[in-house]
T-cell receptor
Framework: AQKITQTQPGMFVQEKEAVTLDCTYDTSDPSYGLFWYKQPSSGEMIFLIYQGSYDQQNATEGRYSLNFQKARKSANLVISASQLGDSAMYFCAMREGSNTGKLIFGQGTTLQVKP | EAGVTQFPSHSVIEKGQTVTLRCDPISGHDNLYWYRRVMGKEIKFLLHFVKESKQDESGMPNNRFLAERTGGTYSTLKVQPAELEDSGVYFC???????????FGSGTRLTVV
């Protein structure tokens, strides 16, 4: 079974608008971490935001926020006020358990910001 | 602070040859990870070092892949002999806290022809 699912292969958004990238996960471990990474065309993987399973509040980092709905096992990334530089591939990932460093990645979503 | 450095950035080799990829983690990061993305598929975990010890190598595809981290600093990933299906982008990441804070390198794009 897929542990991390990103159902949107590609998304478009108008510059300055907000966009939500979907991510659902599957785990029976009560302790886990959820990550979002951005991969621009240059290839590097850039860390955006982290949410721990026991965190009471949704994580926010500047224009990025994570809409964490634990009961639904979803961890959607919200990018506010999109910029042209946000065009990239976005990966959702999960660390399952507290004693592992292994990340499980989703398939990725390609975001295109239109001027 | 310097990031995670990987080289080469690109490598094209013939089937049956040997290739060695190198990763220099962020100084002081005990945890070092290797991941791979084969064309069109998810990024997959290969292995995890804590200092010089292999903590988890459950993702290594077969015994043609050998990873080392001598002295707990940089790491190498050797593929010998390379096969066509080994083509992909190999990422290295490091972290001080394994719960979060993974920093990835830019990856090595390996093409086996």
């Amino acid at each position: 079974a897929q542990k991390i699912t990103q159902t949107q292969p590609g998304m478009f958004v108008q510059e300055k608008e907000a966009v939500t990238l979907d991510c659902t996960y599957d785990t029976s471990d009560p302790s886990y971490g959820l990550f979002w990474y951005k991969q621009p065309s240059s290839g590097e993987m850039i860390f955006l935001i982290y949410q721990g399973s026991y965190d009471q509040q949704n994580a926010t980092e500047g224009r990025y926020s994570l809409n964490f709905q634990k009961a639904r096992k979803s961890a959607n990334l919200v990018i506010s006020a999109s910029q042209l530089g946000d065009s990239a591939m976005y990966f959702c990932a999960m660390r399952e358990g507290s004693n592992t460093g292994k990340l499980i990645f989703g398939q990725g979503t390609t975001l295109q910001v239109k001027p | 602070e310097a990031g995670v450095t990987q080289f080469p950035s690109h490598s094209v080799i013939e089937k049956g040859q040997t290739v060695t990829l190198r990763c220099d983690p962020i100084s002081g990061h005990d945890n070092l990870y290797w991941y791979r993305r084969v064309m069109g598929k998810e990024i997959k975990f290969l292995l995890h070092f804590v200092k010089e010890s292999k903590q988890d190598e459950s993702g290594m595809p077969n015994n043609r892949f050998l990873a080392e981290r001598t002295g707990g600093t940089y790491s190498t990933l050797k593929v010998q002999p390379a096969e066509l299906e080994d083509s992909g982008v190999y990422f290295c990441a490091s972290s001080q806290d394994r719960r979060r804070g993974y920093t990835f390198g830019s990856g090595t794009r390996l093409t086996v022809v």
